[in-house]
């Protein structure tokens, strides 16, 4: 069957000659009086439009013998199928994001009809969250050869900036320490300015994870399922002097989905009129008392994990480190008086 011409050409009564879209009725002057070349500019604009459109159907032809269900996959199907890879909180995660209203732009679309005007408006309308998020549904059907080429160019991607962050204090910690009425949730607050762990791997802690006769606590973190195993001092010691002897630490808290959690701590914060920190801001407390403190920055990886935001961030720039004058210095140098040789 034949395609139908997008243009279409006309005279007006000046002699000058037209296009017009038949699409969008739009008309533009060709700015010539001669048919013949009229007639080369119209049959240059519809071979321009029609070349591309050609083109689209070849590839899908291919496609739907390589891909049977090609022609008829959306997002939505990619988002399930990025959810089948993940699981517990990761998965938790994802499809709470997924759920973002900012997704309904492309959520129903099919990735074969998908242009960058479709990506572009729901970063446009959306966070940071979702340029992340976005991203990584984007590489998923790129990497499964679903979609021909990047969607938007990988230099093209609107930058991720996220808002500044900062540790905790000990004066805020102790605060909000101090109003919790709830002896397991105080406890946990101050594991978490103690050990710097995760949210989600201090809640889930187990008794049998806490090795007394060595001082450590060993466990798998949530996020990459590495060991961890901390030393703990006598701060730590008390605190687990007041917890269980067996099975969770922390019986009730750790039933808690993290969002709950998160919230226990920002109406806290929120009735002392503490601003900018969250539960993950113990995490940077942590990094930046061990960078003020001179604890080597391999032990701090070790501690919080080597791919630690919250690591990168302190030992980078963030924690301020005393530096003494070189005249204090000086005054350290103890001059060695030799002793004058005897004459022979």
């Avoid at 159907?57 to 291919?62: M, N, P, V």
């Avoid at 103690?194 to 949210?199: A, D, F, M, P, Y």
């Avoid at 920190?277 to 501690?303: D, M, V």
Wanted: net charge positive; aromatic share 8%.
């Amino acid at each position: 069957m034949p395609m139908k011409t997008r243009y279409r050409l006309f005279e007006r009564n000046t002699g000058i000659f037209f296009i017009q879209d038949n699409i969008s009725g739009k008309q533009e002057s060709l700015r010539t009086r001669d048919k013949q070349a009229a007639l080369r500019l119209l049959h240059a604009r519809n071979e321009a439009h029609e070349q591309p459109a050609i083109n689209r159907e070849i590839a899908k032809a291919y496609l739907t013998v390589s891909d049977p269900i090609s022609l008829t996959r959306d997002w939505q199907q990619v988002m399930a199928s990025v959810a089948d890879t993940k699981t517990g909180n990761t998965l938790e995660r994802w499809e709470r994001a997924m759920r973002e209203k900012p997704f309904d732009a492309i959520r129903n679309v099919k990735l074969i009809d998908t242009h960058a005007d479709h990506f572009l408006h729901a970063l446009k309308t959306g966070t940071v969250s979702t340029n992340i998020f976005l991203r990584r549904l984007h590489n998923f059907a790129l990497d499964m050869d679903w979609i021909p080429k990047a969607i938007i160019p990988r230099k093209q991607w609107p930058g991720i900036s996220f808002n500044e962050k900062r540790g905790i204090t000990q004066e805020e910690h102790e605060k909000i320490s101090h109003i919790e009425g709830n002896p397991e949730r105080r406890a946990f607050y101050e594991l978490l300015w103690l050990l710097g762990g995760s949210q989600s791997d201090v809640a889930t802690l187990q008794a049998e994870d806490v090795d007394w006769h060595r001082h450590t606590i060993a466990f798998h973190r949530m996020k990459t399922g590495s060991v961890a195993q901390l030393h703990f001092g006598d701060g730590v010691a008390k605190v687990l002097h007041s917890l269980p002897k067996h099975g969770p630490l922390f019986p009730r808290i750790s039933k808690n989905k993290e969002s709950d959690r998160a919230k226990q701590f920002s109406r806290s914060c929120k009735r002392l009129d503490i601003t900018g920190i969250s539960l993950q801001s113990y995490r940077y407390a942590w990094a930046e008392r061990a960078k003020t403190c001179g604890y080597p920055e391999r032990f701090a990886q070790q501690a919080l994990g080597h791919n630690s935001a919250a690591v990168h961030r302190a030992y980078a720039k963030k924690a301020q480190v005393k530096l003494p004058s070189l005249e204090e210095y000086e005054k350290k140098i103890v001059t060695v008086d030799f002793p004058k040789e005897k004459a022979v």
